[in-house]
């Protein structure tokens, strides 16, 4: 054991370092391959656009009535001559350098000031808010097209104006996206502290704000461009944009129109190119909004799906379920893949949860108890989560092998979630009891009436009084108990068989939270549904579950009935969570704490996860994975060196 002690630290240090595996911006982006593509093909087109005067090319200019209108591949004229006898390749590069300057010029006049319009507006607010907003109003009252017909008309003909024009009539688009955008973060707590901090308004608008705004400016800029080119060749085929003897796109579009069925190569080929051009930046506009995203920049290089996926080595196979138990996890294990990057997040629990029965996850911040609630009924985002092993029986049905639609069965009415934040769980847009009645029938074919009743119901059931009027409410109406009594409601709609409860009363004050504690226990005994209790408060824990199991990184560390955990903890951790908790009536008992900080879940160590924070480890506590093993009759530790050992044999 000695030898295995001291080798195991050395072969640790001896490991090359990984390589993070977090992908950074151009990574994101070529890992879409319609963005890639539409990257390659835009750069290509800049790069011929901008070596213009370096290609040998003739002048665009200069006309050749001997050689009017010869084909594709002619001698001397690779994409054959216009009507005047002039080079098309020539033209057609010249002109996509215009069209280009043009668009990008315009995008970037409408991008700054409808921008900074919406920026002041939105903070501003109030008669500031007001005037610039009906200022917009009015400009985006006339068709965009017919009022950059109307500008040019006023100021002229002419490439110049054209790009004025179609400037101008983009700002509201811009305007009204970040107005939006910069009126809710006015509202956040960072630009209050911000103006607690003595900053003016100036630099709160430029400094706090214009950062959070930017990625939309960026992603808004890199729809646009191809707008603004489609738009300038549009006054340019019309005639308003440029003029003889210059070629843009639009322009060569627009004379080639004349001649379309006798030399179809005219007209054919600007407008190839300008198909080729506006769907590039599309598509590298739709890679640049994916970069932008944080979710992808974290590491998932694709969005959540509607299930967590299942992804087990080996299907465990003639597994008997607990006939005691209505949910029976076995061995879960559930893991995020951040590019290079392996988080084991759950590294094998096993839970069961009778009829009536409350089992409480405990343990810190980080130590894998909401990932193990939410994998059961696949809430794990994916990417990056995915479940890796174990099983999760459901009255002996195997919820990991279901397929998506009964996964969408049981969810709600089978299983039944009451989450942290009920503000952010409710929709702030729909009356409680509209929410209500979607959770009601999205299981059940109630009419709009019976279902109206039977949410009032359920309301009177969490003890919300006067529950007819509170289905009128919006979530911001009321309260935190109120809501979270709301989301309960919505738990019960269909008497789930089990209901997963992730850390309810965290957000609420003590004497609320003894209320929903109550009604949740007053609930289970009514409807004998079992509880899975998630929280980090022994004291919760004391109130309302049967049994407890403690988590550490990951892995539980010890179960037991609750009564059993509390009086004599076995393991070291659990004994810190309860000297954390402070005792009513002992003022005199000392608080203790935790020192130093949970492992990384991407690297945890060798042997026990624990051991670097425990005042009981040793050599052997670091050596190898440490197992859960029997401490009692329905007792469980992962400790070689537990408290009170000898009840071990008691």
């Known amino acids: 054991m000695s030898e295995t002690t001291a080798t195991a630290p050395a072969r640790r240090e001896k490991l090359p370092k990984r390589k993070r595996g977090r992908p950074d911006s151009i990574r994101l982006l070529l890992n879409n391959a319609l963005a890639t593509a539409g990257l390659v093909v835009f750069v290509l087109i800049v790069l011929v656009a901008v070596a213009a005067p370096l290609l040998p090319l003739p002048d665009p200019d200069a006309t050749a009535p001997a050689n009017r209108l010869l084909r594709p591949l002619a001698e001397g004229h690779l994409l054959g001559t216009d009507a005047l006898g002039r080079d098309i390749l020539s033209r057609l590069i010249w002109g996509t350098q215009v069209s280009l300057a043009v668009g990008v010029s315009a995008t970037l006049i409408a991008a700054f000031f409808g921008s900074l319009i919406g920026l002041v507006a939105g903070y501003a607010g109030g008669r500031i808010d007001t005037l610039l907003m009906r200022g917009i109003d009015m400009v985006m009252a006339f068709p965009y097209i017919l009022l950059a017909l109307a500008i040019v008309a006023v100021l002229g003909p002419g490439l110049l104006n054209a790009l004025y024009a179609i400037a101008v009539v983009n700002i509201p688009f811009f305007a009204r996206n970040i107005r939006g955008i910069a009126l809710g973060l006015s509202r956040r707590e960072f630009v209050d502290a911000a103006r607690l901090s003595g900053k003016s308004n100036a630099q709160i608008l430029f400094i706090e704000v214009l950062p959070n705004v930017l990625p939309v400016i960026i992603i808004t800029m890199s729809t646009t461009i191809g707008w603004m080119i ?186 039944s979630h009451v989450f942290q934040d009920p503000l952010s769980t409710l929709h702030p847009l729909f009356t409680v009891g509209d929410q209500l009645v979607e959770a009601i029938q999205a299981h059940a074919p109630l009419s709009g009436s019976a279902a109206r009743k039977k949410a009032a119901d359920l309301l009177k059931t969490v003890r919300i009084p006067n529950p007819a009027e509170r289905l009128k409410s919006y979530p911001h109406e009321l309260s935190g108990g109120m809501r979270q009594r709301v989301c309960m409601a919505m738990a019960l709609a269909h008497d789930a068989r089990v209901i997963i409860a992730d850390e309810p009363t965290t957000a609420l004050d003590v004497t609320v939270q003894a209320q929903v504690l109550s009604l949740l226990d007053t609930l289970r005994e009514e409807r004998n549904a079992g509880i899975l209790f998630i929280t980090h408060d022994f004291g919760v824990v004391s109130a309302i579950c049967d049994r407890v199991a403690v988590m550490y990184a990951g892995q539980f560390v010890e179960t037991g009935t609750t009564e059993e955990i509390l009086t004599s903890p076995a393991h070291p951790y659990t004994a810190k969570l309860i000297d954390c908790v402070p005792v009513l009536g002992e003022p005199e008992r000392r608080l203790d704490a935790i020192g130093g900080r949970p492992p990384v879940v991407n690297d945890l160590p060798v042997g026990c996860a624990f051991a670097d924070r425990c005042p009981r480890a040793g050599d052997d506590c670091r050596a190898a994975p440490i197992p859960l093993t029997e401490f009692g009759e329905g007792r469980t530790v992962r400790c070689i060196h537990p408290l009170n050992a000898e009840a071990e044999h008691g």
Request: with cysteine; proline share 6%.
């Open 230 to 415: 489609l738009e300038t060749a549009g006054l340019s085929f019309l005639g308003l944009g440029a003029q003889p003897p210059q070629a843009d796109l639009g322009s060569m579009l627009g004379e080639g129109r004349k001649i379309l069925f006798t030399a179809p190569h005219v007209s054919v080929i600007p407008g190839v190119m300008i198909f080729a051009l506006v769907m590039s930046i599309n598509l590298l506009g739709d890679g640049v909004r994916d970069v932008l995203d944080p979710r992808l920049k974290s590491g998932a290089l694709t969005r959540p799906v509607a299930r967590t996926a299942v992804m087990r080595d080996q299907v465990p196979g003639g597994i008997e379920p607990d006939a005691e138990a209505v949910l029976d996890v076995r061995d879960l294990k559930t893991e995020f893949r951040f590019g290079g990057d392996v988080f084991k997040a759950v590294g094998g629990v096993d839970m069961k949860v009778g009829q009536g029965e409350c089992l409480g996850i405990v343990g810190e911040s980080g130590s894998g108890k909401s990932v193990s609630a939410m994998s059961i009924m696949g809430l794990v985002p994916t990417p990056p989560g995915r479940i890796t092993g174990g099983v999760a029986l459901l009255e002996g049905e195997d919820l990991f092998a279901a397929s998506d639609e009964r996964i969408r069965q049981l969810r709600g009415s089978a299983v």
